[in-house]
């Protein structure tokens, strides 16, 4: 799968007019980390984004997958 949403992002990339996509590859199969690295809070200096998904820090920026919850439900 990673495989994939590399290819995909690459053609994405040079879509948009990138010259050259550089990627680094996993050192060894170990998966991915889909939750709590982009923890949801009131307090910017604790979390990555407030309640709506909305960045602390970039304006206009939206985070929406699971990283913004510390924990599976």
Do not use: W
């Not at 495989?3 to 060894?28: C, D, K, M, Q």
């Not at 602390?56 to 985070?63: G, P, Q, R, S, T």
């Not at 929406?64 to 924990?71: K, P």
């Amino acid at each position: 799968m990673m495989e994939h949403g590399v290819a995909r992002a690459t053609e994405v990339l040079e879509a948009a007019g990138a010259r050259e996509v550089i990627f680094n590859p996993l050192l060894r199969p170990a998966g991915c980390q889909h939750l709590g690295m982009a923890r949801m809070g009131t307090e910017p200096s604790n979390s990555v984004v407030d309640g709506y998904g909305r960045s602390h820090e970039v304006k206009n920026l939206f985070i929406i997958d699971g990283s913004v919850f510390v924990t599976a439900g």
